[in-house]
């Protein structure tokens, strides 16, 4: 990886100084027209198109370089990586958590265990059994809330855990008192991820296959259909291993709120047409067998990232990203159904949102790293690669159009692209018309969102700098009023 990111900047810094050099060399008799506008000439000189190409190709270079760099970082670090599978192993971790049908083929054999060994059952054969861990660092101003969508469920959960994360506050009282079962962490400097290891463990003893674990943020709320709905599918589908909820942004938090509120909406969508395939199992609830996530430690290390017996990788910035990967891995079948609708906190300031976005695109690219191009992983990669591709183009783009409209003698409207830029106002509309009528205002001049856009490319590319540079990430914790139902 050392010697690809050289090269590859090496290869970058080489274009940058041809497309400098063919520019320059240029003498102005080579130089025919101005720019795109007012333009009298057709055909611009070859060196200046070779000079724009080979500057168009150092930019992508470039970013290649990044991501080159990144990736050594991720795995020059202590992500207890497994050596690579043999092909195999390959297959057989694949399976893990796959269906068993006539096209997989058992790699192993496994004798049944004899009947004194099977666990008592606890419950009728085939019901299943949930219990809620709900995470929670001093969250006393939200969790009456999220307790409150639990226990107004029309399925509600067998049992709630709100496992106190070093709380200062009376997170655990609250939570008592709403009927809740509390477990205090003990020594816990890893998080949320570390937090629910310990959970996790607890519990792990006294559950069999009709258990069902759900991890739920404390400062979410749920729809009263969500545990009915995912509970449902679970019991219907035996293979189904986990289920997502999708969620939606909280009222509030002016312009910056309303742009993210857009932003879920439009992710809403994606998952509609994908059909409920799911994408990220989202942190803020979602609902996964509790022997799937037994099978996730027992893989740690072996099969997938991770410290042996761990659930959730201590090392990773976003833990649902990254169990989500985990659970692929093994050949996990999940789904996001649209009835299971999950409201959850808004970033109030943008100083708080370049925060939270900092730590999942850093996140992101870590897990893609430390897991490498699989054909579970391939389409976050190409994901992280469309990124790239969008940011070079919009700044490519505004820029192109900053100079042409500065070197401009005069301004006419085109009709042609004026009714094409009316097609891209109406997508933008429609595409958050379920969110009101703000969320249309905001989406319809264009500007505004592309601006937003412009602040998530910045949050990309100096994710990928402060990857490349080993600069340590911090971890966003912002102080909020309770939520409103």
Known sequence: MGWLTLGLMSLTLALLALAAWVALRAGPQDVIGKLPLGADDNIPSLSLVLAAGAGIASLFLGLAALHASAAMRVLARDRRIPDPLSPEMRKLR?????????????????????????????????????????????????????????????????????????????????????????????????K??????????????????????????????????????????LAADPDLIAVGGVFYGEDGAGLVGQLQRNEYT???????????????????????????????????????????GHVYDTLAMTEDNEMTLALKSLGAKMVSPMQCRVVTELMPTWHALWRQRMRWQRGALENIAAYGVTRATLRYWLQQIGIGYGTIALNAY?????????????????????????????????????????????????????????????????????????????WNYVPREAVTQ
């Open 94 to 190: 694949s399976a893990v958590l796959a269906p068993l049908g006539p096209g997989t083929q058992r790699l192993v054999t496994e004798p049944e265990p004899p009947l004194s060994k099977l666990p008592e059952p606890t419950v009728v054969p085939g019901q299943l059994r949930l219990t809620v861990l709900i995470p929670a660092h001093d969250e006393s101003l939200t969790i009456a809330a999220t307790l409150d969508s639990l226990w107004g469920q029309t399925r509600p959960p067998d049992k709630v855990i709100v496992v106190a994360d070093n709380c200062t506050d009376d997170t655990a009282e609250i939570a008592r008192q709403r009927g809740a079962d509390v477990l205090a962490t003990i020594g816990n400097h890893d």
């Open 192 to 233: 949320k991820a570390g937090a629910l290891n310990q959970a996790l463990a607890e519990i792990f003893p006294g559950t069999d296959r009709e258990d069902v674990t759900m991890i739920m943020d404390a400062d979410s709320v749920i729809v009263p259909e969500f545990l009915e709905t995912a509970m449902s599918r």
């Open 266 to 308: 439009r992710y809403q969508r994606y998952i509609a047409r994908r059909l409920g395939k799911v994408f990220v199992l989202t942190g803020t609830a979602s609902l996964i067998r509790t022997y799937a996530l037994k099978a996730v430690a027992d893989s740690r290390g072996s099969l997938i990232p991770g410290d042996p």
């Open 398 to 474: 505004l820029l192109l159009m900053l100079i042409t409209l500065l070197a401009a003698d005069g301004f006419e409207i085109v009709w042609l692209w004026f009714a094409i830029g009316l097609i891209f106002v109406a997508e933008r509309v429609v595409t958050v018309w379920a969110v009101g009528r703000r969320g249309r205002l905001v989406a319809a001049p264009l500007f505004i969102e592309i601006g937003y856009d412009l602040v998530l490319q910045a949050v990309y590319l100096k994710s990928l700098v402060d990857i490349a540079s080993g600069r340590q990430a911090g």
